[in-house]
Structures are given as C-alpha cells and as structure tokens.
C-alpha cells in the first residue's frame, strides 16, 4: 500500500461569492481521490494564511489554496518565509484572478482542483516590495484605484471602455508623484501619474497591459511607468494605449529589470498584489528568480 500524501488546503470561505462553500466538498473528495490526506483551514481574518502556511506541522507534500488574490498573496508571503518549500496549488475564487489567468488555471473550481492534482510544476518569479513579497504586481497612482475599483460587472459589460470611464471620471482628484527611478540599466526623474511593477499578463481583469512577451520564469519583471499628462487630451491618449494594449504613447515608459527602486519626497501609496502595500519615500523591488513552484495544467 503507497504512502499517503498530506495536503493542507487553505482557503477563504468569503472570497468573491462565497462560491467555495458549493464546492468544498466535491473539491476535498477530487484531493482524496488522488491519495491526499486533506487538513483543511477556511482563514478567519487577514494573516491566517500566512499564518498557516508558517506554523504548519512538518509532513505536507502541497498546499493548496482558494480565494481571491489576497489569499493567495498570504500563502506566498508564508512559503517565502519557510525553509521547507512546499508546490503551491490555487483554485481560483476571487473576482478578477489575475495570475490564474497568467498561469492558465480555470476559473472552474472543480477542474482547478483536478489541475493540483494532475497537472505540473512550474516555477514561478516572486518579487518584494521593501521585503514584502508580492506574487504579481506592485504599484502606485491613480490607475492603482482604476482597475480595483471598477466593479466586474461593468468591466464585464463594458470591456475596456470601462477602464477608460473610470479613469476619465477620476481626472479632477489626480495626483502625480516626483521621483528619481533607478535600476539595473538607468536611472530617469520624472512627474508619475501610475507605476507598477508586475509579473502577470493581465492587471485588474484587463489582459495585455503589462507589455508584450511576458515570462513569468525569466527572471525579471516588467516595469510600466505613466508620466503626469499635462491636458485632458494626453491622459485619454494615455488610457486608449492601455486599453489597445499597445502601450503606444510618448507618455508611457516600459522595460523590464531585477532591481529597482523608487525615490520620492513625500511618501507614496503602494498597492501589492490588489491590497494595501503601505506609504514609502524609498521602495526598494527585488525580484527572486523561480521562487515557488505552481501547479498548472498540463499543456
């Protein structure tokens, strides 16, 4: 008789429609099947994934996680902070589900589930944001507002025009940051509406706006910077490259790098993966290279 294999499944049981709670059993039952052992953990607050994940007995072989990308930001967060490094599964159940979609995960719970346990390892680029990891994107400015606060609804209904309202009805409150940028292969000073550091192939639900040829095991990230548009005029040429997902605009800066840091005179708001990332005058972003090993669906 083979050995059974312990896996601990960390999921939130609120995340996007709660749709975990129809599923959890048939999803347990797909685990078992392939010879788990399932503790499960449904989080009760902030932190508990992190927690989890950190003070978990020795003896899993995988952990799996449900919910949006908090939760799977907090399971990353712990495995990052751990000696033993453990494959990571993901079943979606958020609203947007960003990296599952740059992961190719389904957003099916079911046939995410049947990927934890027949599909394959792939390791995963992990970035910080000064030592506070983040799975896929870090970044500041008004279209960090945009494109979480856009309801998924009127994403779904209206596609990118939705991003483009959005930003058009937010133009009276922007603000913009100075700061001196420097990484691996420059350094530029310049009047930033939006920044953000990402490794993923969509942000905020609208795929393609972190540039073309995207790795996520390369090694490095992608870096797009927005300068302050000076007219009404500049920012809707801004928010149609976005949207066209040419990134074709004299105001929009891209490359990718492994060290980068920004330098401001008053502290900037900073969002990491979705969620509040803190307000610093220093960020300091490092890449760590196939960091965590995902499992994705056999292709």
Same mark, same amino acid.
Request: aromatic fraction near 10%; hydrophobic fraction near 35%.
């Given at each position: 008789?083979?050995?059974?294999?312990?896996?601990?499944?960390?999921?939130?049981?609120?995340?996007?429609?709660?749709?975990?709670?129809?599923?959890?059993?048939?999803?347990?039952?797909?685990?078992?099947?392939?010879?788990?052992?399932?503790?499960?953990?449904?989080?009760? &607050?902030?932190?508990?994934?992190?927690?989890?994940?950190?003070?978990?007995?020795?003896?899993?072989?995988?952990?799996?996680? &449900?919910?949006?990308?908090?939760?799977?930001?907090?399971?990353?967060?712990?495995? $990052?902070? !751990?000696?033993?490094?453990?494959?990571?599964?993901?079943?979606?159940?958020?609203? %947007?589900?960003?990296?599952?979609? &740059?992961?190719?995960?389904?957003?099916? $719970?079911? %046939?995410?589930?049947?990927?934890?346990?027949?599909?394959?390892?792939?390791?995963?680029?992990?970035?910080?944001?000064?030592?506070?990891?983040?799975?896929?994107?870090?970044?500041?400015?008004?279209?960090?507002?945009?494109?979480?606060?856009?309801?998924?609804?009127?994403?779904?209904?209206?596609?990118?025009?939705?991003?483009?309202?959005?930003?058009?009805?937010?133009?009276?409150?922007?603000?913009?940051?100075? $700061?001196?940028?420097?990484?691996?292969?420059?350094?530029?000073?310049?009047?930033?509406?939006?920044?953000?550091?990402?490794?993923?192939?969509?942000?905020?639900?609208?795929?393609?706006?972190?540039?073309?040829?995207?790795?996520?095991?390369?090694?490095?990230?992608?870096?797009?910077?927005?300068?302050?548009?000076?007219?009404?005029?500049?920012?809707?040429?801004?928010?149609?490259?976005?949207?066209?997902?040419?990134?074709?605009?004299?105001?929009?800066?891209?490359?990718?790098?492994?060290?980068?840091?920004?330098?401001?005179?008053?502290?900037?708001?900073?969002?990491?993966?979705?969620?509040?990332?803190?307000?610093? !005058?220093?960020?300091?972003?490092?890449?760590?290279?196939?960091?965590?090993?995902? $499992?994705?669906?056999?292709?």
């Amino acid at each position: 008789m083979s050995k059974k294999k312990n896996l601990l499944f960390v999921y939130n049981p609120h995340a996007g429609k709660a749709q975990i709670r129809s599923n959890l059993l048939d999803i347990i039952d797909i685990f078992v099947k392939a010879g788990y052992e399932v503790t499960a953990y449904p989080t009760q &607050s902030p932190g508990d994934a992190i927690k989890a994940v950190k003070e978990r007995r020795p003896g899993y072989d995988i952990i799996v996680c &449900s919910g949006g990308d908090g939760t799977l930001d907090e399971v990353v967060c712990g495995m $990052m902070e !751990t000696e033993e490094k453990l494959p990571v599964g993901y079943i979606p159940a958020g609203s %947007t589900n960003d990296f599952a979609r &740059s992961l190719n995960i389904s957003n099916r $719970m079911l %046939t995410a589930a049947n990927t934890v346990t027949d599909g394959n390892i792939f390791s995963c680029d992990i970035g910080s944001l000064n030592g506070e990891y983040y799975v896929y994107v870090a970044a500041f400015g008004i279209f960090t507002e945009v494109t979480y606060a856009t309801p998924q609804n009127v994403k779904n209904t209206l596609g990118h025009s939705a991003y483009v309202l959005e930003a058009l009805r937010s133009l009276p409150t922007i603000k913009s940051y100075k $700061m001196h940028i420097k990484w691996e292969e420059g350094e530029l000073d310049g009047d930033f509406l939006y920044g953000m550091v990402t490794n993923s192939i969509s942000v905020g639900g609208f795929k393609g706006i972190t540039g073309q040829n995207v790795f996520l095991d390369d090694g490095f990230h992608e870096v797009t910077l927005i300068k302050n548009p000076v007219n009404p005029s500049e920012l809707t040429d801004i928010v149609f490259a976005l949207a066209d997902r040419g990134l074709d605009s004299e105001n929009i800066i891209t490359f990718k790098t492994r060290h980068i840091t920004f330098e401001s005179e008053e502290p900037v708001r900073w969002t990491r993966d979705g969620e509040f990332g803190g307000e610093h !005058t220093s960020a300091e972003l490092i890449v760590y290279p196939c960091a965590v090993d995902f $499992m994705i669906p056999d292709q």
